[in-house]
């Protein structure tokens, strides 16, 4: 079987952006571009990652190479091969850089075996796939032992680093020593924080990018309300008839019109919300670092204390369709657990959402409605190392009420484009905070639109695309 997988990728054109970002901006980008393609000619740029479905990353990359390769820039993106117990290991290297224990398991040698044993494989097919003077940009700890390999064929190898914590620890730093026989090598490494730069990175090699949403995706395009209201109906997410005429379109990204025709899997007492229900919604990868139980109980507790009549929806893919995500079910099943511990009252307003994921720009498009829709996004994360969903609901004029930490503070301006939780395991102050927002619809609109606007000016794909262009044109010179 191969051990690579490229993920087919089409193109579009920047042009699109005028109108949405200042014209200076737009030209800028299109000239950077056409030199671009003078720099990169008869060379590949390639992304690697371990999944082409769930995650900030699989996210951010077909619309960045379908702009890119608009360009005339032949940009590829590639995912690696890996079994449960390589994924089990990149898991724990996942929790331990955002300074977590995980399933406690060690970092030892034999799961540095299991890690190498597995990335050779995946090393030897892409040696034969690339030539000096490409440029291949490894994502997350998951591709960082391919480096060596890379880098001994003349290739320029960038690690794009994800993930980080902002304070140093002891699981902080196990996660590092597994990884920094591979990362020395590597000549330049891409963090979304400086903060999250370990210091044998640190010294000059490192540049600092801010990820970024598509606003023409289907998890980002505009939606009309009866299209919100029909997607969310014919799923299974709200109550009633959809309106007429019950066509649950989006537009995909290849232009063509489509509709969500697969419903979610919900685990509910009683009926759905009604349209008028004002809803608070996480949606996330059943992860416990996103801490769905802590939303679960923070919620619980907000309905019990006050009148408000909300519900709250806890959605994420389902748990079979990430393959390197091994704690997916397990997560879900605590939730699960969680939720029937709840009082029977409690219980009928929060609802368990498996969202579809055979068809991702389906999926994106009931993500796009559901958050829409949503009177409060929340994203209560223990630890983050960016946080989309944060900028998605922004870009949506959605309010955000999203713990104070990783790159959700790079986001946010607390009280002014969204609300921070100071301590993402206080369920005393997100149950006040979040009753704060569902009391006052003038203010949360406020916050909505001042949130948009942000998101307009600093987390849109052009800009990213710009800052990589200046990178690589540095690497090349």
């Not at 969310?232 to 019109?257: K, M």
């Not at 994106?364 to 989309?388: C, D, P, T, W």
């Not at 998101?455 to 710009?466: A, C, D, E, I």
């Amino acid at each position: 079987m191969s051990a690579l997988r490229e993920v087919r990728v089409g193109a579009r054109s920047l042009e699109r952006f005028r109108g949405l970002v200042d014209d200076g901006s737009l030209d800028e980008a299109l000239a950077l571009g056409e030199r671009m393609r003078g720099l990169l000619a008869k060379r590949v740029v390639w992304n690697v990652n371990s999944t082409a479905v769930g995650g900030g990353v699989a996210e951010m990359l077909p619309p960045l190479l379908a702009y890119t390769r608009a360009l005339g820039i032949d940009t590829r993106w590639l995912v690696i091969h890996g079994n449960e117990d390589f994924f089990r290991v990149t898991k724990r290297l996942h929790h331990a850089l955002h300074g977590a224990g995980g399933d406690g398991s060690e970092l030892g040698e034999r799961e540095r075996r299991i890690y190498e044993e597995t990335l050779r494989e995946n090393a030897a097919e892409l040696s034969e796939m690339t030539q000096a003077g490409d440029i291949v940009l490894l994502h997350d700890p998951q591709t960082a032992g391919l480096g060596p390999a890379l880098a001994e064929r003349g290739v320029h190898v960038v690690w794009r680093c994800h993930i980080g914590h902002d304070q140093p620890g002891s699981e902080v730093e196990r996660g590092w020593r597994f990884l920094e026989p591979y990362l020395r090598v590597i000549p330049h490494y891409v963090f979304s924080r400086e903060a999250y730069v370990p210091e044998f990175c640190d010294h000059g090699k490192s540049t600092i990018i801010t990820p970024s949403i598509d606003p023409f995706s289907p998890k980002n395009q505009e939606l009309p309300e009866e299209a919100i209201r029909t997607i969310l109906v014919n799923t299974g997410l709200l109550e009633g008839p959809p309106p007429e005429p019950g066509d649950p379109a989006f537009v995909r990204d290849d232009g063509t019109p489509s509709r969500v025709s697969r419903c979610a899997d919900v685990i509910r007492q009683g009926r759905p919300p009604g349209w008028e229900t004002p809803l608070v919604v996480q949606v996330s990868r059943w992860d416990p670092l996103k801490d769905p139980v802590g939303v679960l109980r923070g919620f619980a507790q907000m309905i019990e204390d006050t009148p408000l009549r909300a519900e709250l929806v806890l959605a994420g893919p389902n748990v079979k369709a990430v393959a390197d995500d091994p704690e997916g079910a397990a997560v879900f099943e605590g939730v699960t657990a969680a939720w029937r511990e709840l009082s029977h009252g409690v219980r009928g307003r929060i609802h368990l959402a498996s969202l579809p994921t055979r068809d991702v720009q389906e999926n994106a498009a009931i993500v796009n409605a559901l958050q829409r829709h949503a009177a409060v996004v929340v994203q209560k994360s223990l630890h983050e190392g960016f946080g989309l969903t944060v900028t998605e609901a922004m870009w949506k004029g959605r309010p955000v009420l999203a713990s104070a930490v990783g790159g959700i503070q790079d986001q946010i301006v607390d009280g002014e484009s969204g609300v921070l939780l100071r301590n993402p395991a206080d369920l005393d102050a997100f149950a006040r905070l979040l009753a704060g927002l569902l009391r006052d619809p003038e203010r949360a609109a406020q916050l909505g639109a001042a949130g948009r606007e942000r998101v307009r000016k600093h987390f849109l794909g052009m800009g990213h695309l710009l800052r990589y262009a200046r990178l690589f044109a540095e690497i090349l010179s």
